[in-house]
Nanobody, 125 residues
């Protein structure tokens, strides 16, 4: 029932900007960390940046000073503002969130990671 829906990907020239959004929906009890990962062709999926419910942020060294993560808890949405994009940023970007649900009859909340469908970001040189 829980899903993460991403939007905002596209094609941009080097030096340009994009803003990604990821909205969670469904029967959600609580959300801890939310963040972004990416996977380029032929490479492993890697962490880009994450933000906890308390506002603590982690970032990959490769995006420091260029990407900014933020979240709106009321909207259950996480954003990624990407500036000064480089060709090496080209990848499929995946939203991730650690979410608790309380299915009918469950004695306690159940925590697990959820993933968005991915959105393509292509940066041309």
């Amino acid at each position: 029932q829980v899903q993460l829906v991403e939007s905002g990907g596209g094609l941009v020239q080097a030096g340009g900007s994009l803003r990604l959004s990821c909205a969670a929906s469904g029967n959600i009890f609580n959300i801890n960390a939310m963040g972004w990962y990416r996977q380029a062709p032929g490479k492993q999926r890697e962490l880009v940046t994450t933000i906890t419910s308390g506002g603590s942020i982690t970032e990959a060294d490769s995006v420091k000073g260029r990407f900014t993560i933020s979240r709106d808890n009321a909207k259950m949405t996480v954003y990624l503002q990407m500036n000064s994009l480089k060709p090496e940023d080209t990848a499929v970007y995946y939203c991730n969130a650690n979410i608790a649900t309380t299915p009918i009859g469950a004695p306690i909340p159940i925590w697990r990671d959820y993933w968005g469908q991915g959105t393509q970001v292509t940066v041309s040189s």
